[in-house]
């Protein structure tokens, strides 16, 4: 543990040098100084100090949460850091697999993700070979935050009532249009149309075609699949079913 928090402070520092040196070097030539005179007298101006605190807590926060992805995964496996280098090290798919956790990781807000990332990892880990399907989850949960679980949720659990052609009277289907979602959570209305268009585009929903009803054309109407089913089970959301109301 030491000696990985060593490390994880030269990288830090290492980074912190390099974007500071940028960032005073190309604000001085700006302003019509040399390069050396600019780096002397824009280093010491506050707001780039304050620029070089602020990117230095960033890049801490982004390193903790992917080592809390790296240590959930071994405590998932039962396994120790070094145990889970030797799964990783020289197979491609494994290599490519904890770059797509670390960095999702490393960039979102939420914990539930970060478990739900580690979760996938530790699946790909199990056993010799990767399973097939550990990248595709991985892709999915990468791309999502909270607007996205929010809708995901939304479609996979909750039931509208709509008028049924079919026969007298209304039932109860898990089949959502975007203004229908968009009149449910209506602070997420004007981007509805993006949320739900990054949940079809990695499988989590699918569009049953516009007909809501045999021989109907309308709006495309949307459900949940079993990917998405899954993903919401690994970010620990209820997936038990309500009525709208």
Do not use: N
Not at 1 to 8: I, S
Request: net charge negative.
């Amino acid at each position: 543990m030491v000696e990985r928090d060593e490390f994880k402070r030269a990288i830090s520092d290492a980074r912190h040098d390099v974007v500071t040196s940028a960032i005073t070097t190309s604000a001085g030539i700006a302003l019509g100084a040399t390069p050396a005179l600019a780096t002397a007298v824009v280093a010491s101006a506050p707001i780039l100090k304050l620029a070089h605190r602020l990117f230095a807590s960033a890049v801490d926060r982004r390193q903790d949460r992917a080592s809390q992805a790296l240590e959930q995964a071994a405590a998932i496996l039962d396994v120790g850091l070094e145990i889970l280098e030797e799964r990783v090290s020289g197979h491609d798919v494994r290599l490519e697999l904890l770059a797509r956790v670390l960095e999702a990781a490393a960039k979102t807000p939420l914990d539930q993700k970060i478990s739900a990332l580690a979760s996938v990892l530790a699946y790909g880990l199990d056993g010799e070979e990767p399973p097939s399907d550990a990248l595709i989850i991985a892709a999915a949960l990468a791309d999502m935050e909270a607007p996205h679980i929010v809708v995901l949720r939304h479609i996979a659990t909750v039931k509208v009532l709509q008028d049924d052609l079919r026969q007298d009277g209304r039932q109860s289907i898990r089949r959502w249009t975007v203004k229908q979602i968009g009149d449910a959570i209506p602070e997420l209305s004007d981007v509805m149309y993006g949320l739900v268009g990054l949940l079809a585009r990695h499988g989590l929903v699918r569009d049953l075609g516009g007909g809501t009803y045999p021989g109907t054309i309308g709006p495309s109407v949307w459900r949940a699949t079993a990917l998405g089913q899954r993903c919401l089970f690994l970010l620990g959301e209820d997936t038990a079913e309500r009525d709208s109301t």
